[in-house]
């Protein structure tokens, strides 16, 4: 009897794996569908809200952030840089698909040595990461999470108690 239930759970496995299939033919190649601008539904969804401002500091290899609050859209971005090394700012998975700074020639912000550049960036509510995309920058601690608030209200509280972005705590290397 045990034989039986064991064969049939084999036979029931085999049917169900039978049915998987790969990518099909041509799929990986597919040109993406494009939506025209103006078009019901092809709207780029964005945050909404009055935005904010922050200045960050970065050098070899950290980032600080200096001043500020980050409220819901668009950004403001100040990037000091206080060494003498080009770094730059992205924050991963914007909103709107930019990013500040870069090194592959599409840059909003990004600063060579002692100079200071200002971009923005369109961002939801949440806590986001903000790495030097520079080679080997973020692997050597160029990474830092900033809060971007939902209203002004919360931010206005994370203010009061003393919880936003600016100085945390955080040991930073010589520059």
């Known amino acids: 009897m ?3 239930t064991l064969g049939t759970a084999a036979l029931a ?11 099909p033919d041509g799929a990986a190649e597919a040109q993406a569908l494009v939506c ?12 909404i809200g009055p ?8 050098g070899n290899f950290f980032f600080n952030v200096t001043d500020g609050i980050a409220i819901t859209g668009e ?28 090194s592959d020639g599409e840059a909003v912000v990004g600063a060579d040595g002692f100079e200071t550049d200002v971009g923005q960036v369109a961002l ?12 080997g920058h973020r692997a050597a601690g160029m990474e830092l999470p900033i809060t971007v608030y939902a209203t002004e209200e919360e931010a206005e509280l994370a203010i009061e108690a003393g919880e936003t972005d600016v100085d945390r705590d955080r040991e930073m290397p010589n520059t």
């Open 2 to 4: 045990r034989r039986l």
């Open 13 to 23: 496995a085999a049917a169900l794996l039978a049915g998987c299939t790969g990518v």
């Open 36 to 47: 025209p601008p103006g078009e019901p539904g092809c709207d780029e969804i964005l945050p």
């Open 51 to 58: 935005g904010g401002a922050v200045e960050v500091e970065m």
């Open 75 to 102: 950004i403001e971005v100040t990037a000091v840089n206080i060494s003498d090394a080009y770094h730059n700012i992205e924050f991963l998975g914007a909103a709107d698909g930019t990013y500040l700074g870069g």
């Open 124 to 135: 939801f509510p949440g806590e986001w990461l903000m790495i030097c995309n520079v080679p």
